[in-house]
């Protein structure tokens, strides 16, 4: 019987516990919020640190002669909406992919953030370091003490006795809110590392002072130790001694250089000391060196003041230098680690209805996923979309959501209506600025604008057309649309443009470059065609394929829907896939002038989401914006056996019940208790969890 019941109850956990992995492998998705501007995606062929890190940038570092070892690095990351705002997802790994660096976040903005990173590879060599980034759910591993070899940023409440110590005097240091401030009344007041260090070592602070006046110094000292020199002071540093300085000295010997920069404002600085020269600097710009008088015996960080003075520390840290460093490199592309496959090989689900409409109707729509600036929500991360309103007289609109489903459009709207109308509007964020190009004219070629918050627009290009309509018989003669635009690791612009020369309504697809997006390039054929209507053209690059999006007619103009192709060349495109199809009235379903047209597909959340017009009409007001979201294969079935979960659930617990009363008390036994316990608990926990 026991035997009996092990079995039973092994049988029933695995069934348990199936379908469970199942479904919360399903509701396991990163919770990321991620999107690239270019909407170029890299997949790492490599080895990946961490499953939960959904994006990493190789970093190449050009090795120095006597590196060494965890040398420290200073690294400048540009933000990217992938990351989270403070940054607090950054990992630096090392050339393994495996082991994880120390590093010290210094300080970060909306726009970048400044590094120090303990390079465990030797760097006498070239190295290449990995940054990760792209977890929601991953909180900061900054630590200055494991990154430097001497670190302090003052969170303590009060100075901490075990590092520091009084060595002249005595002053009044106080630690509140990370900044330590130390007060002289009258005479000497100073306050040493008891840790020193010789040549080949940087002291770094953030720090400023109260006045320009008597004496202060910031820098190394032989003295912190117990007071006392050998022979004379060893000290080089920042100083005010009868005018602002550089100093160094040598057992009492001294050589300065004159300082025009005041340190009553805080000042980021670092003095380095080598064997054959003391290296000035200020905000990582090298101000001036002095080779003579140079300190002889070991020196630890010092902060002096004299009659009256205040002083205050933000933070310090001692690193490893030397006379020519190592050199951080551009990154090197994007990649990520999401499966191809998982989001190829699935099924669209869209809204039956439009998310975004207007009396005038919509069109065109293409939305970011990005956060500041933020217009007209207090969210971190945000929907911005543009689209074109009207019929035969339009202009430019601006809407931004939270999830993608629900808009608010912008109160001063339009954002762009000039004479002449703007048709099939593109925009594009690089490097901080918005681009957005639109066909003017209309149909002749497109016009560039650029803005700093995608609200007011500046045309550049003198006015004139960036891309205009070819010549004579060439194919695309007649008129230029909608186009998709991203920029390469190269800097190079990218344009696919549908266009026609004038005959059947039906547009093709070609290619352009440019250097700058100003003056372009074009291919002189097209790259895609059908026997129908090919345009409103989507780029999503995954790894070394591009994946396109379009919408496209089996023959002549109309109607159309939605089909996808790809290449790994941007002229060698495989035959389109038809993967939506028309189903809403608002879509114009039956209709011969129906539409699913100019689809924008981004990612966000790990996920793949589409923006797309629906026409029920070729006539003023019968436009909308429908949305559609990806959903894998792989989630798909998951998904499909939550119901049956739920059924089976139900079916066990009334049907326990039923079993344990059959027969009265007198049938009671404890094997038949033990039977009831198991079903009963074993049918509710299916519908807990198909329910959750």
């Known amino acids: 019987m026991f035997k009996r019941k092990s079995i039973l109850l092994a049988f029933l956990l695995f069934l348990y516990i199936a379908p469970s992995f199942l479904v919360m492998t399903s509701h396991s998705l990163p919770t990321l919020t991620e999107q690239n501007m270019s909407k170029e995606f890299q997949i790492s062929g490599a080895g990946w640190y961490n499953s939960a890190w959904h994006y990493r940038r190789a970093i190449p570092i050009t090795g120095a002669v006597g590196a060494g070892t965890d040398y420290q690095v200073h690294i400048n990351v540009t933000w990217s909406a992938n990351m989270q705002l403070d940054y607090d997802d950054i990992r630096f790994i090392a050339n393994d992919d495996v082991t994880l660096l120390d590093h010290w976040l210094v300080s970060y903005n909306a726009v970048f953030a400044l590094f120090w990173v303990e390079v465990s590879d030797d760097l006498e060599t070239d190295q290449i370091i990995y940054m990760y980034y792209g977890n929601a759910d991953a909180s900061s591993t900054s630590n200055g003490l494991e990154t430097f070899l001497f670190f302090d940023d003052f969170n303590d409440d009060s100075l901490n006795t075990s ?14 809110s990370g900044i330590l401030t130390l007060t002289t009344a009258s005479g000497w007041s100073s306050y040493g590392s008891y840790e020193r260090f010789g040549n080949g070592v940087a002291v770094g602070m953030l720090a400023k002072v109260n006045a320009e006046s008597t004496y202060w110094a910031l820098g190394l000292d032989e003295r912190t130790f117990d007071g006392a020199a050998v022979g004379g002071v060893d000290w080089c540093g920042v100083n005010n001694n009868v005018g602002t300085k550089y100093y160094t000295s040598s057992d009492g010997t001294v050589a300065n250089e004159a300082r025009s920069t005041l340190y009553t404002s805080y000042r980021t600085f670092e003095v380095q000391r080598l064997s054959t020269k003391i290296k000035f600097y200020e905000g990582h710009i090298h101000m001036v060196s002095i080779a003579t008088h140079l300190p002889i015996d070991d020196t630890g960080v010092s902060i002096l003041n004299l009659n009256a003075h205040t002083q205050y520390l933000d933070y310090v840290y001692v690193r490893n230098v030397l006379d020519v460093e190592p050199v951080v490199n551009a990154f090197e592309e994007e990649e990520n680690n999401i499966d191809v496959a998982s989001w190829i090989e699935g099924t669209w689900s869209r809204n039956e209805e439009p998310v ?4 005038n109707g919509i069109n065109e729509p293409q939305v970011i ?10 969210e971190t991360y945000v929907y911005k979309m543009w689209y074109r309103v009207g019929w035969a007289t339009v202009s ?15 109160a001063s709207n339009p954002v762009l209506d000039v004479t002449g109308d703007h048709y099939c509007p593109f925009v594009l964020k690089h490097n ?18 650029n803005s700093t918050d995608g609200l007011s627009w500046s045309i550049m290009n003198g006015g004139n057309r960036v891309i205009s309509v070819g010549a004579g018989a060439e194919w695309d003669s ?16 990218n344009m696919i443009y549908e266009a026609y020369a004038g005959v059947g309504m039906v547009w093709k697809l070609g290619l352009a470059t440019s250097t700058n997006g100003t003056t372009w390039v074009k291919h002189p054929n097209p790259i895609v065609s059908r026997s129908g209507s090919c345009g409103g053209p989507s780029i999503v690059k995954v790894g070394t394929t591009y994946f396109m999006f379009f919408h496209s007619s089996d023959s002549g103009g109309l109607p159309t829907e939605i089909y996808l192709t790809s290449s790994t060349d941007l002229m060698h495109w495989t035959t389109p896939d038809h993967i939506l199809s028309r189903l809403y009235d608002w879509e114009g379903v039956g209709l011969s002038v129906g539409q699913m047209a100019d689809p924008d597909v981004i990612l966000v959340d790990g996920r793949f989401y589409m923006f797309y017009a629906g026409v029920s009409a070729q006539s003023l007001g019968n436009q909308a914006v429908g949305y559609a979201r990806f959903v894998p294969l792989s989630e798909t ?41 198991v079903a009963f608990l074993f049918g509710w926990g299916l519908i807990f969890i198909g329910v959750s």
């Open 478 to 493: 007649y008129a230029i649309g909608n186009v998709a635009v991203w920029v390469n690791s190269s800097g190079i612009w």
């Open 369 to 378: 996923y990005e956060t500041d600036p933020r217009i007209l929500t207090n």
């Open 396 to 410: 430019i609109h601006y809407a931004e959501s939270v999830d993608g489903v629900i808009w608010t459009k912008y």
């Open 163 to 176: 590092k520091w110590h009084t060595y002249t005097g005595a002053g009044t240091p106080a630690e509140a």
């Open 637 to 677: 079935y998951q998904t499909s056996l939550i119901p049956w979960m739920i059924l089976l659930g139900m079916f066990m617990v009334p049907a326990s019940t039923l079993y344990l009363v059959k027969g009265g008390k007198n049938n009671m036994s404890t094997d038949k208790v033990f039977y009831f316990i």
């Open 432 to 449: 901080g600025t918005y681009y957005l190009f639109a066909s003017y004219g209309p149909w002749q070629g497109d016009t560039l604008y």
């Open 356 to 359: 975004l409409t207007d009396t």
